[in-house]
């Protein structure tokens, strides 16, 4: 949604017709992951209803809190978790899963691991993996 609103300059943010366009547009680019494209699946029906809050300045955060009421699948969905330059600190607030994804991500097994604390050690000491292809 911010992608969107990023596009459209002021007065076009609070014109419905312009906003629902602006997320079609979006929606048709060919480099949308497939997170994005689910998105773009849930909010085509319901463009108007997205595009009424949108126009007033609504937050992106409250927009999706809002929307969620008719469509719960929106808000639903997942992004990966950003691993650069993560701190210790900013580990201790993933979930387990999470932490297990960014292992999976890498293709590190956490063999043994059953606390919180050694999937986030596992985590630190495959830093050195993170964004490398497997080709």
Known sequence: MQDVR???DKPSQ????KIEKAL???CKKDTLSARER??????DPI???VAQPFSLGMPV???????????PEICGVKFPVKTENLEKKDLTKLRVKQL????????VECKGCV???????MVQDTEHLAGQDEF
């Open 6 to 8: 990023d596009t459209l």
């Open 14 to 17: 609070k014109d419905k017709p």
């Open 24 to 26: 079609g547009e979006h």
């Open 38 to 43: 689910k998105i773009c699946y849930y909010v």
């Open 47 to 49: 463009k108007r209803d």
């Open 61 to 71: 955060d409250r927009l999706c809190k809002r929307i969620n009421k008719s469509n």
């Open 100 to 107: 297990k994804s960014i292992l999976m991500d890498r293709g």
């Open 115 to 121: 606390e919180k604390e050694e999937f986030i050690k």
